[in-house]
């Protein structure tokens, strides 16, 4: 019998598994990769919700930059699953990015890429490596040019 191709966002959920206390570098894309957070104000709504996340013991912020068109977090989570989390983020932040600029419609891409972090990993490696994209991407010059990203050690 033969096997039938998942589709993408299928696959990436296939064997998810969140724990709490444990380090996951996320990454959410923007729907059809718009570059919306080229409007630094929009992606400011989004840095809003992740830390409305943190405020809430959800999970803790490591690492974050919202990109033009897509978004990385390192994060611990806490009172919430991968998914739970995630979905609270993305939707609250479509619904607030929608209300700025008095649209409806999807904001982001369906599902998100999950790393669980291991222990040999560096975390400061993985942090410089999620602020340093603005960097690699050429969008400036200096990481402190850029307005949407920040990291605990920093």
């Not at 996320?26 to 400011?44: E, I, M, P, S, Y």
């Not at 809430?56 to 989390?85: C, F, I, N, Q, Y």
């Not at 050429?138 to 050690?153: F, K, Q, S, T």
Request: contains cysteine; glycine residues 6%; hydrophobic residues 45%.
């Amino acid at each position: 019998m033969p096997v039938t191709a998942l589709p993408q966002g299928n696959r990436l959920r296939a064997g998810r598994f969140s724990e709490a206390g444990r380090i996951y570098l996320l990454t959410a894309v923007v729907h059809n990769r718009q570059c919306l957070f080229a409007d630094w104000r929009l992606g400011r709504l989004v840095a809003h919700e992740l830390r409305l996340a943190e405020d809430l013991a959800l999970a803790r912020s490591l690492a974050w930059v919202v990109m033009p068109d897509h978004l990385h977090w390192l994060v611990e989570l806490e009172g919430a699953s991968l998914d739970g989390l995630m979905q609270r983020v993305k939707s609250r932040s479509a619904k607030a990015i929608n209300t700025v600029r008095q649209t409806q419609g999807k904001i982001w891409q369906k599902g998100y890429h999950d790393h669980a972090v291991r222990r040999e990993e560096s975390l400061k490696t993985l942090a410089r490596y999620v602020v340093a994209n603005p960097l690699r991407a050429g969008l400036v010059e200096r990481i402190g040019d850029y307005p949407l990203w920040d990291a605990i050690w920093l």
